[in-house]
């Protein structure tokens, strides 16, 4: 089975800074790809960014990139520039490149809350 | 693109009543997803839908549960006999084929309080 793991529960960042949530996965398989997503208050799930496991190159979205490490299992989104629009819960999520029907797996979150 | 559309976005029952929800994906996407999900934690995996065809369920999905996809255009999710752990937030997503060209798009959910 494939386990998603965030251990920051919490984090704070004042607007303009940098901050950087961590995120850990465990699996066997070589395919797969990698998310993030965002849930404001409103609860609308929003994809942030994107990996594929395949690609050595982190991918980046804007203010918003990650530092994939898949020997390590790692997968770690930096915020850049924060704005007050970027509090809310961040899910980190996995699913396999077949055979799933492409199932998110999600870790528990991280509340992010940018301060003025 | 509408976007994935919830119906109802709250609901509240008494304990063994049934509940159906509904979820509307985005027009041509092909793949449809339950998901629950409850306080402090993130959603959990509970059905998917390739059209009309119900291709995987979670173990979470007990025999009280039951989800279809009639054409393959909107879904629901029908709880029977309600129970107090029923409490969550049901997530439906929609994709269209392989997710290495698209996402899974997500609705706002539909909130159910078991009394």
């Known amino acids: 089975a494939q386990t998603v793991t965030q251990s920051q529960p919490e984090m704070s960042v004042q607007e303009a800074e940098t901050v950087t949530l961590s995120c850990t996965y465990d699996t066997s398989e070589n395919n797969y790809y990698l998310f993030w997503y965002k849930q404001p208050p409103s609860r609308q799930m929003i994809l942030v960014i994107r990996?594929?496991?395949?690609?050595?190159q982190n991918a980046t979205e804007n203010r918003f990139s990650v530092n994939f490490q898949k020997a390590a299992k790692s997968f770690s989104l930096k915020i850049s520039d924060s704005q007050l629009g970027d509090t809310a819960m961040y899910f980190c999520?996995?699913?396999?490149?077949?055979?799933?029907?492409?199932?998110?797996?999600f870790g528990k979150g991280t509340s992010l809350l940018v301060t003025p | 693109d509408t976007g994935v559309s919830q119906n109802p976005r709250h609901k509240i029952t008494k304990r063994g009543q049934n509940v159906t929800f509904r979820c509307d994906p985005i027009s041509e996407h092909n793949r449809l997803y339950w998901y629950r999900q409850t306080l402090g934690q993130g959603p959990e995996f509970l059905t998917y839908f390739q059209n009309e065809a119900q291709l995987e369920k979670s173990r979470l999905l007990s025999d009280r549960f039951s989800a279809e996809r009639p054409k393959g255009s909107f879904s629901t999710l029908e709880i029977q006999r309600t129970e107090q752990g029923d409490s969550a937030m049901y997530l439906c997503?929609?994709?269209?084929?392989?997710?290495?060209?698209?996402?899974?798009?997500f609705g706002d959910g539909t909130r159910l309080s078991i009394l």
């Open positions: 990996q594929e496991a395949y690609k050595q």
């Open positions: 997503a929609s994709s269209l084929g392989d997710i290495g060209q698209q996402p899974q798009h």
């Open positions: 999520a996995f699913t396999l490149s077949a055979g799933s029907g492409y199932a998110l797996n």
